[in-house]
């Protein structure tokens, strides 16, 4: 076969799902061997489906599918697979009590379970990638990045030729980033593997890949070489015209000072053996405190302590004055919500629809004598959600299991708006979020601060935290190692602060001074 021609065509391919939603409406696809194929579309839009269809997870409801230019009809994603075609999905279904070797051979029929041939083969895989985890380790208990690696490792042991990655940087920061596209740049010109890359950032699309297609409500809006676009032309494509961009309002904004009156949350030496050094802080009402630091720096595992989920941590945190009993359900008591990293653990009942999701936590507010619940207010409570988050559901009837990843993180983010939460926690709230719906995210949590909620927000996208936060906390190594009022830094120098880069010195923990007050 050319090299040139394309090793996947699709054709007019179509998917209505049981409930009647139109997913696709006759999409047409090329996937080349050597090149990454840019996939992008906002929350909603079909690129899961489309992926699931041809990966076999999914039969489509009309079109064609061609596989080195002949029809296939795959009924699994085991027949898929054996024809060649490895996805790498979104939510990263290793199975946590095995390790990371047996998940990389897990699928494979051959000798994985012979210790001596599995890691010689991992050994190679490891070395075509140039990347080395601990083959012994958990992969319960590794980080969404180096999930994301050892998928990667998986989908290279099965041998295919078109490999798809859904998002796979949704939720990594820079440096775990690079390594995706180094890993992505080798399969796809030098091994000349077809890569089909889903993705929400634009300019890794630009930097990354060769074609793209856009969807928009099921359609293929823009099908074009990469070289020929800018960022510009797609946003346009992919939100139809009007181009959203993160709103800087930081400049506007006066922070609260933490100095009047007793602070909303106060941490005293807070730390963990092992993974947090000793934090103290003190963060007012109404004040957004932005944590950036790569994947490892202990900006997770911060936000978990806080949270009373680390049983090791040590030191105390105070809400309101009031010393809280180191535990996740007292945490919820006193009034903080966490919206935490992994979306499969985001405490959403996929059965359930909009509105159950999104009283669950706060009946209160929808009762009748603060008792019973009025269904008639549950479900304006999901209209309201569904307007105020571009929420894509018809109504607040459907189901959560139907929404799509993006839309289905907006109903977790959602789901706190209405409690009586004091203090947010949000560990990547945007990760695989689309251009429009960040911005509104962003006003959101702006809109709680300017309620006197307190939010402390990690994001591995910096520019959102400049956009959105009073005060960034920089995390390296575990440690909190500068604090910046947000008119008093850059992206630039966040990064390199972050990447270990930039002056050292200005800790602000351990001294059980209360940083930057
Ligand atoms: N199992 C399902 N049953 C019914 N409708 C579904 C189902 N899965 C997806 N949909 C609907 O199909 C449409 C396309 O969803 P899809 O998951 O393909 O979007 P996406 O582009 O991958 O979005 P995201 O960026 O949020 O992951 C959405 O309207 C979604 O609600």
Aim: glycine share 10%; hydrophobic share 45%.
């Amino acid at each position: 076969m050319e090299k040139t021609s394309p090793i996947m065509t699709l054709r007019s391919v179509a998917k209505t799902f049981g409930n009647g939603t139109v997913a696709l409406r006759g999409v047409d696809l090329d996937i080349v061997q050597g090149k990454v194929h840019g996939l992008l579309g906002a929350n909603g839009a079909g690129k899961s489906t489309l992926i699931k269809i041809l990966s076999g997870a999914f039969k489509a409801s009309g079109g064609t599918i061609s596989w080195r230019g002949q029809p296939v009809s795959w009924d699994s994603p085991k027949a898929a697979n054996d024809m060649g075609v490895a996805t790498i999905h979104q939510h990263i279904p290793l199975v946590p009590t095995l390790s990371v070797l047996e998940n990389v051979f897990l699928g494979s029929t051959g000798a994985w379970r012979l210790a001596s041939v599995s890691r010689k083969r991992f050994d190679e895989l490891c070395e075509r990638v140039r990347y080395w985890p601990d083959p012994d380790a958990l992969a319960g208990d590794l980080s969404i990045g180096e999930r994301q690696m050892v998928s990667i490792l998986q989908a290279l042991g099965t041998g295919a030729d078109l490999i798809v990655m859904d998002e796979p940087t949704a939720s990594l920061a820079t440096d775990e980033r690079e390594l995706v596209y180094a890993t992505v740049r080798q399969l796809s010109k030098v091994e000349n593997k077809a890569i089909l890359f889903v993705s929400h950032f634009l300019d890794e699309v630009m930097a990354l890949t060769d074609q793209v297609t856009v969807l928009r409500d099921g359609e293929a809006v823009l099908r074009a070489e990469t070289s020929t676009l800018d960022e510009t032309r797609l946003a346009e494509a992919i939100v139809g015209k009007q181009i959203v961009e993160l709103e800087r309002a930081a400049e506007a904004r006066i922070g609260p000072s933490a100095a009047s009156g007793t602070p909303r949350l106060e941490l005293r030496g807070l730390s963990s053996p092992d993974k947090l050094m000793p934090v103290s802080l003190s963060v007012a009402k109404g004040e957004v405190i932005g944590v950036a630091g790569l994947l490892g720096s202990g900006r997770s595992e911060l936000i978990h302590a806080i949270f009373g989920a680390d049983k090791d941590a040590v030191g105390d945190v105070l809400l309101d004055g009031q010393t809280l009993a180191r535990s996740t359900a007292a945490s919820v008591r006193a009034g903080i919500g966490l919206v935490p990293e992994d979306r499969m653990g985001q405490g959403l009942v996929p059965e359930f629809e909009i509105w159950r999701n999104l009283t669950l936590p706060a009946l209160q507010g929808v009762s009748a004598f603060n008792m019973l619940p009025q269904p008639e207010r549950e479900r304006e409570r999901g209209e309201e959600a569904i307007r105020m988050l571009s929420i894509k559901a018809s109504s607040p009837d459907i189901l959560v299991r139907e929404l799509s990843g993006g839309n289905a993180q907006k109903v977790t983010i959602a789901k706190w708006m209405f409690s009586d939460v004091k203090l947010f926690l949000l560990d990547e709230p945007t990760a695989g979020i689309d251009i429009g719906a960040k911005t509104d995210i962003l006003r959101l949590i702006r809109k709680l601060a300017g309620e006197g909620k307190t939010v402390i927000i990690v994001s591995s996208e910096f520019e959102e935290l400049l956009a959105v936060a009073d005060r960034i906390l920089v995390m390296r190594d575990g440690k909190c190692i500068a604090e910046r009022n947000v008119h008093e830094t850059s992206e630039h120098e966040l990064l390199l602060l972050a990447g270990g880069q930039g002056p050292k010195g200005q800790a602000v923990n351990g001294s059980g001074k209360a940083a930057g007050h």
